[in-house]
């Protein structure tokens, strides 16, 4: 089972296009955000990203995507990624066990925040909110996983510390938007 977490500290990568919706808005303290969706043509899932985040290629991670520099010398971009385990026989509550093992062996001062098993669009998730240090920087993640057809999916939510209130409500309407779609 693979799990990761991707720290995007001004990485460089190859830029990929998305097919956009008619944008929709998620209030927010400080605008309004417009959201694009993504259609997985292979997986047959679909979710929205805010329209001004990119979808990157990244390796080992089947969709990523990055939120924009907001300012110069910025740190670290925040954003999500997905990654599609290959099919297993495990039960969601024996992947939510290995994966916070693995968490806890591959990142510095991990520290588990909260963690339940929630239900979004009559799909079982297990959740997990933790933090960690990559550097100098303290991380706050939040860590979705469930499980279609004995294959895992799993999604990391990506913020420094200080910034993770700001982005949580991004991070809630992207989950709470996925869902998979029939074969056609």
Known sequence: MLFCFVVAFGQQ???TTVQQKKPGTLPTQEKKQAYSVYHDKIDLFRIDYPSNWEKRDMHGIDLFFIRPMEERGQRFEEN??????PPDDLSL????DVGVEKLANQLDSFRVYSSDFVKINNMDFYKLEYGFKYKSSDMHDLFY????????????????????????PVFQRMINSFSFEEKK
Do not use: L, P
């Not at 999500?80 to 385990?85: F, G, K, L, T």
């Not at 509550?93 to 939510?96: F, S």
């Not at 996983?145 to 949580?168: C, E, L, Q």
């Open 13 to 15: 990568q190859k830029k």
């Open 145 to 168: 996983i469930t499980v279609k057809d004995h294959r895992s999916f799993n999604f990391t939510f990506s913020a420094i510390d200080g910034s993770y209130k700001k982005y949580y």
């Open 80 to 85: 999500m990624n997905i990654i599609i385990d």
């Open 93 to 96: 509550q024996e992947y939510a």
